[in-house]
C-alpha cells in the first residue's frame, strides 16, 4: 500500500534510488494518483494499482500486473496492515479474520507470487510493527499477534531462499506521524512518554531503512527485523 503516510515514503524514496515502482491502494484513488504524478516529476516510472490485500485475487492479480507493466521484479515490500484495538474478548470473528487476511495472510500470499519472479540479488521486506515484542498497554494483543507473525515468517524465509541469494527482511516501525498516528493528536504525549525520544518519526525515517535494505549496502543483511522505533522497545 502506498498511497499515504508510511507506504507514499517508501514508494517516493525509492523512485528517487532511480527505481520503477509499482504500488497498491483500496480507496484513497486521488492520494495514490497524486504520488504517481511525484514520481513521475522525478524522472521515474509509476503505477498505482487498486487491490485490497485481503483479497487473494486482487494482491495476486496485482504482483502479475507489475511483471507486465515492468517486465521484471526486483524488490517487494509487504506493508499493507490494519489496526485493531480493543479488550481480546470483544474481538469477533470477522475481525480476527480480517485482520489475520491482511496482515498475514496477504503478505504471505504476495511474497509466495513474487517468489515466481524475483531473481538473484532480489529483496523481500516487510513493515511490521514494535508491537510485535513490547506491549505497554492493553487492549492490542490481536495486532500484537498479528506482527509477531511477521518475525517468524521473515527468518523462516529467509532460510528458505538465501541459497537464491534474496535478502528477507522485516522494518518494525514505532509511533510514527501520520493520518492514523499524529503526533499532535489527543494520545501524542501520552505516547511520547513510552518512547527513549521525544518525538514521534516520520514516514521517511522508515523509508530510509528500506532504501538500505533494499540497496546493494543491505546485500548481507537477512532475516532480521529492524526496529525504527524512537526507542520505544528500549
Known amino acids: 500500500m502506498g498511497a499515504g503516510g508510511i507506504g507514499a515514503a517508501i514508494v517516493k524514496k525509492i523512485a528517487q534510488e532511480e527505481a520503477k515502482v509499482a504500488f497498491t491502494y483500496v480507496h484513497a484513488e486521488e492520494k495514490a494518483q497524486k504520488v504517481v504524478s511525484e514520481m513521475k516529476a522525478l524522472g521515474q516510472q509509476g503505477v498505482a494499482i487498486r487491490a485490497d490485500s485481503g483479497n487473494p485475487g486482487e494482491i495476486t492479480e496485482a504482483v502479475e500486473q507489475t511483471i507486465a507493466y515492468f517486465g521484471q521484479l526486483d524488490i517487494l515490500v509487504n506493508n ?66 498479528t ?33 492514523m498516528s499524529s503526533s499532535d493528536g489527543p494520545n501524542a504525549e501520552k505516547i511520547k512518554s513510552l518512547l527513549a525520544l521525544d518525538h514521534f518519526g516520520e514516514g521517511e525515517d522508515i523509508a530510509a531503512t528500506v532504501a538500505h535494505l533494499a540497496g546493494e549496502s543491505g546485500r548481507f543483511i537477512t532475516g532480521t527485523c529492524v526496529a525504527v522505533d524512537g526507542g520505544f522497545g528500549a
Open 147 to 179: 506482527k509477531s507473525a511477521l518475525i517468524g515468517f521473515t527468518k523462516g524465509l529467509a532460510r528458505d531462499i538465501g541459497s537464491r541469494k534474496i535478502t528477507v527482511n522485516a522494518v518494525d516501525p514505532g509511533p510514527i506521524n501520520t493520518d
Open 80 to 145: 499493507a496492515g490494519i489496526f485493531p484495538a480493543g479488550p481480546p474478548e470483544a474481538v469477533t470473528l470477522e475481525e480476527l479474520n480480517h485482520t489475520l487476511d491482511v496482515n498475514v495472510r496477504g503478505v504471505f500470499i504476495t511474497t509466495q507470487t513474487a517468489l515466481k519472479y524475483l531473481k538473484e540479488g532480489g529483496r523481500i521486506i516487510s513493515i511490521g510493527s514494535s508491537f510485535a515484542y513490547h506491549v505497554p498497554k492493553p487492549d492490542f494483543s490481536l495486532y500484537s499477534m
